[in-house]
């Protein structure tokens, strides 16, 4: 038997005096720290992510998944006139096992009031600048941003428009890496795969890269905005090099649109062959109410422990991983 | 057929690609933001030991391969063919010169080897990690020179050519690690 912990002292520590400084920050620029369910009758319709699923045996066998982000109960707060809100919580993700995933794992999610995804981003920096004082980081704390469309263009030389699978197949060889997708699969996933390999590579070491405005099919949940000819989401990623940290939007506040986007993920889960799952009718109930303006972001922090204590393995951070759960 | 996802990846896992038996060296989980999630992996192909990079989506199925290591006494070569024997059910097997390779340095008759079987044929033959080898023919030993840390090629009885301590005399045994090929210590 494997009884004892993955994680030393020493991070068993760390992640104490890291969820320490978070609080601090939060109760320092006045947000409410929140609780929300951790099942829920809904589960995320994301094509990408697989939620747990937990049988009643004591209500007819109904079905409650386990979340994989706190995003809908806490928009539903947001509704219901919380003002500007946090949760520390553990959310859950079938099959994502990894140096950089446990299918557990800590979350931060926070949202404020009038915000849009760069002053958002501001404050994520803020955030991280003032977390990680807490800690002995050899390289200074120091953040850039580049939009979705320029970083790709800086590592290919295409413009987005220009891309199709056949010449991220080509870029993809050129960098080596092996593509196990064809013609068949959705261009996104090739764009996946290229920001994954190829990109997110380029991006300084030890260094802080936000990337904002996605591509409109890469949405999720954030609005879109067109300029001219180009409809962009108003989505960013944190990354530290390589390490993907965090991710946020300027919420989409439209109860069709968001129910649409809803079916239209049902859809593409069926036509891949993945569970189907139900969508949360009352995120979509609330939005009809009025979410207010508002910008919201998830950070990891058992990434960011990683890089605060310049551990490469997540397994070391968490007191018990997957392995020995 | 058995078949494993990319769920069941992990470092030792030994898979079927392009019609070879494969070993997954490494494997990690890449997903980029809330994307499509691939496995990078790197693999050794079990027959040329040569190691590739191979991508997979997350979720795909790949077919295992039907490779079993097990526990076999070496017995003798006839010089084309190596033969071991199961030491439960006494049945044997020869291995060619492609399974074999450099182990055949190390190989000593009755020392007790991993063999990798796929379907039922050997593919790779591992000698112990540690043998013990007779001396065939070094240079005469320099007495009571056990500090100068010098070395000097010595022959063993398999062939091969063990770099040994300068006291070490001919007729002498010695342990050598077989991964290294590094003299450990003398055997008295």
Known sequence: ?325 | MASYSTNEFKSGLKIMLDGDPHAIVENEFVKPGKGQAFSRTRVRNLKTGRVVEKTFKSGESVEAADVMDTSMQYLYTDGEFWHFMDPTTFEQLAAGKEAVGDAHFWLKEQDDCEVTLWNGEPLIVTPPNFVEMKITETDPGLRGDTATGGTKPAHMETGAVVKVPLFIEEGEVIKIDTRSGEYVSRVK
């Open chain 1, 1 to 325: 038997m494997n009884w004892r912990p993955a994680a030393n002292q020493d991070h068993l520590l760390a992640r104490a005096t890291l969820l320490r400084a978070v609080r601090e920050y939060f109760d320092g620029t006045q947000a409410l720290e929140v609780v929300t369910p951790t099942l829920s009758a809904a589960a995320t319709t994301d094509p990408a992510i697989e939620s747990f699923v937990t049988h009643c045996s004591d209500r007819n066998n109904s079905c409650r998944y386990l979340q994989t982000s706190p995003e809908f109960p806490m928009k539903r707060l947001l509704c219901a006139g919380s003002g500007d809100i946090y949760q520390i919580c553990t959310v859950f993700r079938q099959g994502e096992s990894g140096r950089h995933h446990n299918p557990e794992f800590q979350l931060l999610e926070w949202y404020r009031l009038e915000f849009d995804h760069h002053r958002l981003m501001d404050e994520v920096a803020e955030l991280v600048s003032t977390v990680l004082q807490a800690f002995e980081m050899s390289a200074p704390v120091e953040f850039s941003r580049i939009s979705y469309r320029n970083a790709i263009k800086q590592v290919t030389g295409f413009e987005l428009e220009q891309l199709d699978y056949q010449q991220i197949e080509h870029i993809l060889a050129r960098h080596t890496v092996d593509c196990p997708l064809s013609a068949n699969d959705p261009l996104d996933h090739w764009f996946d795969l290229l920001m994954s390999t190829v990109v997110a590579p380029s991006f300084a070491h030890n260094h802080f890269t936000f990337i904002y405005d996605y591509p409109a099919s890469q949405a999720a949940l954030a609005r879109l905005r067109t300029e001219g000819e180009s409809t962009v989401a108003e989505r960013f990623e944190l990354y530290y090099g390589e390490l993907e940290l965090a991710n946020g939007f300027h919420e989409l506040n439209d109860a069709a649109e968001q129910a649409d986007r809803f079916r239209h993920e049902q859809q593409l889960r069926i036509e891949r062959g993945h569970a189907k799952v139900p969508f949360d009718q009352n995120l979509i109930a609330a939005l009809q109410a009025g979410l207010p303006d508002c910008a919201g972001v998830a950070l990891g922090l058992d990434r960011l422990l990683m890089l605060a204590t310049g551990t490469d393995n997540i397994y070391q951070l968490i007191s018990f991983p997957d392995d020995r759960a």
